[in-house]
């Protein structure tokens, strides 16, 4: 094996990836895993049979960074085991990161930022330029990441990468960069390679895909072209801004049967005053009118949503205006989040006034309160009939099978052997606060 600089003679043949942090990373890992594989490396399923082990990164919250430093933690006796293994950190903490990672990680190798990470292959390759430790944004054109399926049946297509809200809490603009958005014909290609391959279910991705625009296309009008040029049975897309979220994309949910029935629209806060200090640019009155018209329009499409709670200088009372917008909009599910200092943000700047417990106490009201809201509207699936795409087995029993619905509901049906990738009709026959169960519809 020839030697070179990055590999130090040793250069890996079998690779392993973890994904940490968003669906974006999950493409991502899923294109950097072909990228590899193309370039000559193999993947395999275990850690221990790997002589590279891969993490995709996420920095959103200091506890996502805590996770990727606790399994770094973990990797360092396997490499006092084997000193030929290589450890690659790529995406979102590598990017915040870079050669500071290395300093207080010395056992990782590899330190690759969000656009520079499917140069991976070529790091290990010794390629002129490549280096083990490269952060730098510089991709204006991405069209050259080539997207690839999740499952036999259903992939992610990042739309748009980065982001240019610079909501004041958040870290995504600084690790991702600014707001790029993939060509629509590179965008329907992928569709269509997809569905070439047998996928039936594809998410359109980005942290804002209501502020996607390319020569002159806006949202609304990719999702047609999408649907017109592919014969794709389902369509999902995330995440949309409520500050972007229009009245058309609307209409053409309501009148496009392949755009599956959900919208995830992070509202963060119920208060003015803090959505303002967090940067959103909207009102919760605002956000109150949008999800009229979804519900008008729309009335069966499932809504969720992220939140936040604890946020510097939040006093209770605006916790409480959270929790009546939770009320009032009835979420069919919500992430929820306590407040978390991002380093470098604008929001890391004020005092993070909230005590801790405050903080722990207000997440778990919210968590409760949501989670009676979403075992209620579960309820009012009980007794209609879902289509929905099989994805497997239910990881707790292997004689009931695991399907998504058009709201992306999970549904666990009694029976064992449906074909994975097949879409159903399921008469659902109960439901709790995360899953509903149901069984065959006879018009299977
Ligand atoms: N682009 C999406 C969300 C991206 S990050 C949007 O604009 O809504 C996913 C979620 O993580 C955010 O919606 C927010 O609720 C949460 N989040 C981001 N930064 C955070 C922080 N510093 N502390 C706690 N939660 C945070
Ligand atoms: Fe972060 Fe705001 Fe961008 Fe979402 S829109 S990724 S919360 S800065
Ligand atoms: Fe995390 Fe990066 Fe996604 S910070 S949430 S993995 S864009």
Known sequence: MAKNK??????????????????????DSSTLAANMITKGF????????????????????????????????????????????????????????????KERVPHVDYVLG????????????????????????????LDFITPIKET?????????????NYCTYCIVPYVRGKEVCHSPGYIIDAVKKMVDEGVVEVT??????????????????????VVNKAKLPRLRFMTSHPKDLSK??????????????????????????????????????????????????IPETSITTDLIVGFPTETEAEFEQTLDAVRKIRYDSAFMFRYSVRPGTVAAKYNDDVPEEDKIRRLHKLIKIQQE??????????????????????????????????GNKIVLID??????????????????????????????
């Open 6 to 27: 990055n590999t130090n003679g040793h250069k890996p043949e079998t690779f392993h990836i973890q994904t940490f942090g968003c669906q974006m990373n999950l493409a």
């Open 42 to 101: 193999k993947r395999v399923d275990s850690e221990e049979k790997a002589d590279l082990l891969i993490l995709n990164t996420c920095s959103v919250r200091e506890k996502a960074e805590n996770r990727v430093y606790g399994r770094l933690g973990e990797m360092y006796k396997y490499k006092k085991r084997r000193p030929n293994l290589k450890i690659a950190v790529v995406g979102c903490m590598a990017q915040r990161l870079g050669e500071k990672l």
């Open 114 to 141: 969000t656009d520079r990470q499917f140069e991976l292959p070529d790091v290990l390759n010794g390629v002129e330029g490549t280096q083990q430790v490269m952060t730098a944004f510089g991709h204006e054109n």
């Open 152 to 164: 036999p049946h259903s992939g992610f297509i990042t739309i748009t990468r980065g982001c240019d």
């Open 204 to 225: 359109l991705l980005g942290q804002n895909v209501n502020s996607y625009k390319s020569g002159g296309i806006d949202f609304p009008e990719l999702l047609e072209r």
């Open 248 to 297: 058309r994309l609307v209409d053409a949910m309501a009148d496009t049967p392949q755009l599956l029935g959900h919208i995830h629209l992070p509202v963060q806060s119920g208060s003015n005053r803090v959505l303002q200090k967090m940067g959103r640019i909207y009102t919760i009155e605002h956000y109150l009118k949008i999800i009229d018209y979804i519900r008008k329009r």
């Open 373 to 406: 809201i979403g075992h209620q509207v579960n309820q009012r699936e009980v007794g209609k009939i879902r289509t929905a795409l099989v994805e497997g087995k239910s990881r707790r029993d292997d004689q009931i099978s695991r399907a998504r619905t058009e």
């Open 415 to 444: 029976t064992a052997d449906l074909k994975v990738g097949s879409i159903i009709s399921v008469n659902i026959t109960r439901a709790d606060a995360f899953t509903l169960h149901g069984n065959l519809s006879v018009l299977n």
